[in-house]
């Protein structure tokens, strides 16, 4: 399953979920940060996710995934313009880190669009452990259970759900799937902070990740 046999995880995954109440209270200025980075793709945009019209600029990257490898998102609407525009760059925010570890690029531009602070150091971290380890991934990344609050104009918070179960490493050099079945959950549950900028973006500034969480496996 998808990043189980990268040592390097181990050292990359936070133990406790970021509270929604905290939104807000990141700290942008850190210089590096030991959370796992959001891990996500899909071919041309996700499946049901939000429309790119309910957030932010025209002008945002295009990410475009190979055959193989997809991120479903399910429910990422609330029917709330504000939430929807968060939940929105949320997605995109999964699929511009796994856009660079697909490409290889730990300076992906992409990235620093979707992410700042100790997100994107955390982000560039996790690329490079997948370089590291000559691996990419194919199959499919489900992400559901969305919990959105917004704080004020520029401040929100998302917890939400992953499984991994279809989605397997891949090696960069051969091209060899890793099928092989994991004694470890693939349910990963995603607790972020994000903040509004200048362009209308909403970046995720802080992410924190827990394997085998209740919420996501039950």
Do not use: H
């Not at 998102?73 to 697909?102: C, H, M, R, Y």
């Not at 997100?119 to 499919?140: C, F, M, P």
């Amino acid at each position: 399953m998808k990043r189980r046999p990268l040592p390097v995880a181990a050292a990359l995954t936070a133990t406790a979920a970021l509270l929604l109440t905290a939104c807000g209270s990141g700290d942008d200025s850190s210089k590096s940060n030991d959370n796992i980075a959001g891990a996500e793709t899909g071919k041309t945009a996700p499946s049901a996710s939000p429309s790119a019209g309910t957030s932010g600029p025209g002008d945002r990257p295009k990410i475009k995934f190979p055959d193989g490898v997809e991120n479903k998102f399910e429910s990422w609407k609330t029917g709330d313009p504000t939430k929807d525009a968060v939940l929105f760059d949320v997605t995109q925010t999964v699929n511009a880190v796994d856009d660079a570890i697909l490409r290889g690029d730990t300076n992906s531009s992409t990235l620093a669009y979707y992410r700042k602070g100790k997100a994107l150091v955390s982000a560039q971290k996790w690329v490079l452990a997948w370089l590291d380890e000559d691996l990419t991934w194919t199959g499919v990344t489900r992400y559901f259970n969305p919990k959105v609050e917004v704080a004020d104009s520029d401040t929100a918070a998302v917890v939400y759900c992953a499984d991994e179960s279809k989605a397997y490493n891949k090696n960069r050099k051969t091209g060899t799937v890793d099928r092989t079945p994991s004694d470890e959950s693939p349910y990963v549950t995603y607790s972020t902070q994000l903040r509004k900028n200048s362009d209308g973006v909403w970046q995720t500034t802080d992410v924190l990740s827990k394997r085998g969480d209740k919420t996501c496996a039950s």
